[in-house]
């Protein structure tokens, strides 16, 4: 059931379900908290899990024209706050990495389990920065096509087909994100800075989980990137969308993580 806080005068929505250990759960760029429900009905059984809708996502209402990972990390913090929750497991995908990086660079003793899933703590080399500049003025244009494009290319190319009406719905989902909410997260994007320091600060334990065929993330560069921040590695098969690509092995990876935490 969908709940909301308001949020500097904004509307933040979010779920809770389930009681125990408390699992944060942030979706990724023109998605939106309803991809993690096959996952959060499995969690649930054994851990409160919280999925929130961040700004211009969802049934979340944007601030202004920028949503840097700062500000979408307090309205992550504001939900957290109402709920009354001090230290939970956090889980990112993609842009909801750098959202739960920024969580965590002000919360770095109140985390009790992090993971990035096909995610980075690395800022934005030149090159993604001037496709992102490059697709907020085409978006303006022709919303529907930059978001198709945009979604589509998160998928390896045999997923595509594999997982054709996944896919679809998804891209349904997407396409429901206000323009303003597409432009104003890629800025966001654009000016976060390199998040490593914050890896290294964190003392609890850390998952990365990667795509061999993610289109987005160069997995040689992930890779290097895990071994300099001692993080455990885990290497599903397919691209950047794990959640539907590789729905049943992230599931069994997210349980096993979170139960080495309370087992600990």
Not at 55 to 62: D, K, R, T
Not at 220 to 238: C, M, Q, R, V, Y
Not at 242 to 250: A, F, R, V
Request: aromatic residues 6%; contains cysteine.
């Amino acid at each position: 059931m969908q709940n909301s806080i308001v949020y500097k005068n904004t509307k933040i929505s979010f779920s809770s379900t389930g009681t125990g250990t408390a699992v944060v759960l942030l979706h990724g760029f023109l998605e939106n908290s309803s991809m993690w429900k096959s996952l959060t009905e499995v969690l649930s059984k054994r851990n409160r899990v919280i999925c929130i809708d961040l700004l211009g996502h969802g049934n979340s209402e944007c601030i202004g024209y920028v949503h840097s990972m700062e500000l979408m990390a307090d309205a992550v913090e504001a939900v957290l706050k109402h709920l009354r929750i001090r230290k939970p497991i956090v889980v990112g995908h993609s842009m909801g990495g750098y959202v739960a990086l920024a969580f965590a660079e002000k919360n770095i003793d109140k985390i009790k389990g992090f993971c990035l899933m096909n995610s980075t703590s690395l800022a934005d080399d030149t090159e993604r920065k001037k496709l992102r500049i490059r697709a907020n003025k085409l978006v303006q244009k022709n919303f529907k096509s930059m978001v198709q494009l945009s979604f589509t290319n998160l998928f390896s190319e045999q997923s595509r087909i594999t997982y054709q009406d996944e896919m679809k719905a998804a891209l349904n989902d997407a396409l429901k994100t206000p323009v303003q909410g597409y432009i104003a997260c890629q800025e966001g994007m654009i000016i976060r800075p390199n998040r490593e320091p914050v890896l290294q600060q964190l003392s609890c334990k850390k998952l990365l989980i990667l795509g061999r065929r993610d289109p987005v993330l160069d997995l040689e560069i992930s890779l290097k990137e895990a071994k300099t921040n001692k993080l455990e590695t885990i290497l599903f098969d397919d691209g950047h969308m794990s959640h539907i690509e590789n729905k049943n092995e992230l599931t069994a990876t997210l349980k096993k993580f979170i139960s080495s935490i309370k087992n600990n």
